[in-house]
């Protein structure tokens, strides 16, 4: 790999042609699972469903800009994960509100099938962290990758517990309170994302725009 110089470019930053093929990966698993999830979950009547739904449409951009940044100097691939950053911070406040509308709506969603589509979304998202492991102490723009789909592997297991929560208590609550701690861990990931990325624009020069080279 060639370097344009420290300040933009270290020796894991993550421009290989391996690297780019497991992001047009996980792009498509998660571009997929939005729209299985979705459907569900507005069939269902879950909250959480939807929430994890939207979190996958998250994914699937992040990792599309991701694409998009590869090979760029570091305070460009430090740009695009602050944008990650925010919108992180962004889905954790949508959730929020979901939340509240249907805690006073008392919806009891259909346990089974968060139950299925809970473990399959799981499924989906073991694979994407098992692909994206050797990259997770890159730049600010890998580690937000990174950090998006460990947040997502936890997500879906809170999710399949919530489905047999509906399902022994039968109300809505176990739904209602998973949706809020994946908000949670939106907001949690965006902040560091975001605090990642604010320091590496402090430590770059801000003349030194160059792109590097991909191997």
């Known amino acids: 790999m060639t370097c344009c110089s420290d300040d933009t ?13 497991v992001l047009w990966t996980v792009l498509v698993i998660n571009t997929v699972m939005f729209g299985v999830e979705l459907v569900a979950g507005l069939t269902a009547g879950s909250v959480a469903l939807q929430a994890d739904a939207l979190d996958f449409f998250a994914d699937a951009a992040n990792y599309g800009i991701s694409l998009f940044v590869l090979g760029m100097a570091l305070r460009w691939r430090a740009v695009a994960a602050l944008i990650k950053g925010a919108s992180m911070g962004l889905f954790g406040l949508f ?19 968060m139950s ?15 692909l994206l492991f050797a990259w997770r102490e890159g730049d600010a723009n890998m580690r937000s990758v990174w950090i998006c789909s460990r ?7 809170a999710v399949v517990a919530a489905a ?22 939106a907001l949690q990931g965006a902040w560091a994302i975001i605090r990642d990325a604010r320091r590496e624009l402090r430590e770059v020069p801000e003349e030194n725009m160059t792109p590097v080279q991909a191997e």
């Open 164 to 185: 047999f929560g509906v399902f022994g208590s039968g109300t809505g609550w176990p739904d209602i309170i998973v949706a809020t701690i994946m908000a949670g861990l």
């Open 95 to 113: 959730v929020t509100g979901s939340v509240v509308w249907h805690a006073l709506n008392g919806t009891v969603p259909a346990w089974g099938t």
């Open 151 to 157: 947040n997502d592997v936890l997500a879906n297991m």
């Open 9 to 21: 470019c270290s020796p894991k930053t993550p421009v290989s042609g391996r690297y780019r093929l």
């Open 116 to 130: 299925a589509i809970g473990a399959l979304a799981l499924i989906a998202n073991v694979a994407c962290l098992g």
